[in-house]
């Protein structure tokens, strides 16, 4: 069963599966490198200084004591673009969020997200 699993502000599309009665999770490999990249960058604003070597999940766990210790959640910078889209761009990106269901700028963000990792590599 596919399910968008929101953690900490960032939305990453997971596989449940329920082998044997147990439910299992699964995050594909792009997914859990942008994970990992957005983690290292916000955990940053939290008081954390991250380490390029440090593990996903120690990256959570970190993610995990700080949201426990906050009365929110962490959460994704909402983002103002400085420029208008062209309506046939803008009705594209809001269907095409619509299709996944997210709203268009958790869209771009996924977008710019993974076009940076493509050009600056897997840690950026």
Not at 16 to 42: C, W
């Amino acid at each position: 069963m596919k399910y968008g699993l929101n953690l900490f502000g960032y939305t990453v599309d997971c596989d449940l599966t329920f082998p044997n009665g147990k439910m299992h999770m699964e995050i594909a490999e792009e997914d859990q490198a942008s994970l990992r990249a957005y983690l290292l960058r916000v955990l940053v604003k939290y008081g954390r200084e991250p380490r390029q070597k440090d593990s996903l999940d120690n990256l959570i766990r970190d993610a995990i004591e700080i949201e426990k210790g906050m009365s929110g959640h962490l959460s994704e910078p909402r983002i103002k673009l400085p420029y208008e889209f062209q309506p046939d761009i803008k009705e594209k990106l809001i269907e095409a969020a619509e299709l996944q269901e997210m709203s268009a700028t958790q869209l771009l963000i996924r977008l710019i997200e993974r076009k940076h990792q493509s050009v600056f590599g897997e840690e950026g």
